[in-house]
Each structure stands twice: as structure tokens, then as C-alpha cells.
């Protein structure tokens, strides 16, 4: 049977001290090889938090999966923002361009429900009404009406 260490990791980042160290330690594995395939497979999402299971078989060897980082995540390090609007329906914490929202879409499309590049597109407009974060320079849910009538359906290819 496969041990299985679940961690949150910095993309990138990761180091054999928390949280995987004293984890993956008694499981007698190098440690520090994990450290680096887990480092190369995140680099894409550097500067965030990227949640990652690493199995490690009988034999002591081991596969790691990498996790995407949350929706939000993706489209606040795409608008340069920590944090989203206190209040989204006034204020706004950034604008995302279509082409923006489409890397984030291809970033989920592993954990998406949506199953076409329009569908996750829609999933990423509808995240921004939450995060406050224009699309185009407009309401997201405007967005999400355009997306609905076709009027992008030329960048969904």
C-alpha cells in the first residue's frame, strides 16, 4: 500500500523543511529529489500556493501530482493584486483582458467542470464578480451575457 503526503506548497519554492520534510522524513525517501520535481512541475504558477500529493510506493518510489491554485488565485497574480475589492459591486481590483482569461481557463482545464473552452472561460468571467475584477473593462456579468450571445466565440478556438 502507497503513503500519500498531502502539502500546500510555494510554486517553485518548495524546500525539504515544512511542510514536507518532516512528512515525507520517516517515509525514507530522498527528500530532497521530491523537493525538486515538485519545484520543476510548479515553476508555471510561481508566487502562489500550489496544493501537491506525492505517493510513495513500497519500493520508495513516488509520483506527485500538482494541484492548480484556486481560480481567484490565478486571476488576482494576472491582474497584479493581492487581494480582490473589499466590495466588489463598487469597487474594482483590476481588468482582465480576454486573452487572460483564457490562460486562466487553460490553467483549470484539468479540475474545471466546464468541458469546452467556452464553458471554462465562463467559469473564470464569473469568478471576477466575486474577486471585483473587470473583464474587457466591462461587468463580468455582461461579459458573461456577450460570451452567451456569441459576440467571442472567435476567441474560443
Same mark, same amino acid.
Not at 103 to 110: F, G, S, V
Not at 124 to 134: L, R
Not at 146 to 156: A, C, K, L, R, V
Given at each position: 500500500?502507497?503513503?500519500? +503526503? %498531502?502539502? =500546500?506548497?510555494? $510554486?517553485?519554492? $518548495?524546500?525539504?523543511? %515544512?511542510? !514536507? ?5 520517516? !517515509?525514507? @525517501? %530522498? @527528500?530532497?529529489?521530491? +523537493? ?11 508566487g502562489m500556493k500550489v496544493p501537491v500529493t506525492i505517493e510513495i510506493n513500497a519500493d520508495r518510489t513516488f509520483t506527485i501530482a500538482v494541484g492548480t491554485p484556486p481560480t481567484t488565485a490565478l486571476i488576482l497574480k494576472e *491582474?497584479? &493584486? ?12 483590476? %481588468? !482582465?483582458?480576454?486573452?487572460?482569461? !483564457?490562460? *486562466? &481557463? ?6 474545471? =467542470? ?6 471554462? $472561460? ?8 466575486? +474577486? ?12 458573461? $451575457?456577450? *460570451? ?10
Amino acid at each position: 500500500m502507497a503513503d500519500r +503526503v %498531502n502539502a =500546500l506548497v510555494d $510554486a517553485g519554492k $518548495a524546500t525539504p523543511g %515544512n511542510p !514536507l520534510g518532516p512528512a515525507l522524513g520517516p !517515509l525514507g @525517501v %530522498n @527528500v530532497g529529489k521530491i +523537493v525538486q520535481e515538485i519545484n520543476e512541475k510548479t515553476k508555471q504558477f510561481t508566487g502562489m500556493k500550489v496544493p501537491v500529493t506525492i505517493e510513495i510506493n513500497a519500493d520508495r518510489t513516488f509520483t506527485i501530482a500538482v494541484g492548480t491554485p484556486p481560480t481567484t488565485a490565478l486571476i488576482l497574480k494576472e *491582474i497584479g &493584486a493581492e487581494k480582490g475589492s473589499g466590495s466588489p459591486k463598487g469597487t474594482k481590483a483590476g %481588468n !482582465l483582458s480576454m486573452s487572460q482569461v !483564457l490562460r *486562466i &481557463a487553460d490553467m483549470k482545464k484539468e479540475v474545471s =467542470l466546464g468541458t469546452t473552452v467556452k464553458s471554462r $472561460a465562463k467559469e473564470v468571467v464569473g469568478t471576477c464578480v466575486s +474577486v471585483g475584477v473587470t473583464v474587457e473593462g466591462k461587468d463580468p456579468k455582461e461579459m458573461i $451575457a456577450e *460570451i452567451n450571445q456569441g459576440s467571442w466565440d472567435s476567441s474560443f478556438k
